[in-house]
């Protein structure tokens, strides 16, 4: 069974420009999350979608970050404009989805942003 | 909101000794505690868990146990070996909150 798919693995900007992660989920997941993990910390949730819908967006800074999942399969994830306190890895995650919390979350390799 | 605290933040240990990671948390209706291991340029990967109506959870050389009324609960790893160096989060979901609260991890060496 393939993973959750994540791209790009790697991304260098400077600040106050824009960047896009992208995210394709294990086939048939319901329930797609974004995480932020800054180095030395653990992940923390950006965002969680529940097919195309959002469940959960109480901790993403909304002026800058926005996310979607049209169709309810891929996502993105989209910073503009970015800060240097952005500096992270973005992880992907997905889960069977049916309202249990106790769903086991597969997550992606993630995409390490730089802000210069 | 939930807020989980883990130790030690590094942790070596010789071939073949144990190694435990302890972990508090402090919403009292989070019911449902995962640990994942994360690899050098990997996503966290789930290792075990363990529900609040168990107090004790091992699968071959790993362990869990929690103690729900002091809100913490340990990660216990038998007979390591290098493999086993990583870093491990623990973490907490409350039923309500439906979230992944994750600890600060904990960065295992098994020295050969």
């Known amino acids: 069974e393939a993973g959750v798919a994540q791209s790009p693995r790697y991304k260098i900007i400077e600040k106050r420009q824009s960047v896009a992660f992208w995210c394709n989920p294990i086939?048939?997941?319901?329930?797609l999350y974004w995480y932020q993990q800054i180095l030395g910390q653990g992940p923390k949730l950006l965002i969680q979608f529940q097919n195309n819908g959002v469940v959960d967006d109480s901790q993403l800074p909304k002026d800058r970050f926005s996310a979607e999942r049209l169709k309810g399969v891929d996502s993105t994830l989209k910073i503009q404009p970015a800060k240097l306190e952005d500096s992270a890895v973005y992880l992907c995650a997905s889960s069977l989805g049916g309202g249990r919390h106790t769903d086991t979350q597969y997550f992606g390799p993630g995409t390490r942003l730089t802000v210069l | 909101g939930e807020n989980v605290e883990q130790h030690p933040s590094t942790l070596s240990v010789q071939e073949g000794d144990s190694a435990v990671i302890k972990c508090t948390y402090s919403?009292?209706?989070?019911?449902?505690f995962p640990w994942y291991k994360q690899e050098l340029g990997k996503g966290p990967q789930l290792i075990i868990d363990i529900r609040s109506n168990v107090g004790e959870k091992k699968d071959q050389r790993i362990a869990v146990t929690l103690n729900k009324t002091a809100k913490h609960f340990s990660l216990h790893i038998t007979e390591t070996q290098p493999e086993d160096s990583a870093v491990y989060f623990c973490?907490?979901?409350?039923?309500?909150?439906?979230?992944?609260?994750f600890g600060s991890g904990t960065q295992l060496t098994v020295l050969p």
């Open positions: 919403d009292s209706a989070s019911n449902y």
């Open positions: 086939s048939g997941h319901a329930t």
């Open positions: 973490a907490a979901v409350s039923g309500s909150a439906r979230q992944l609260t």
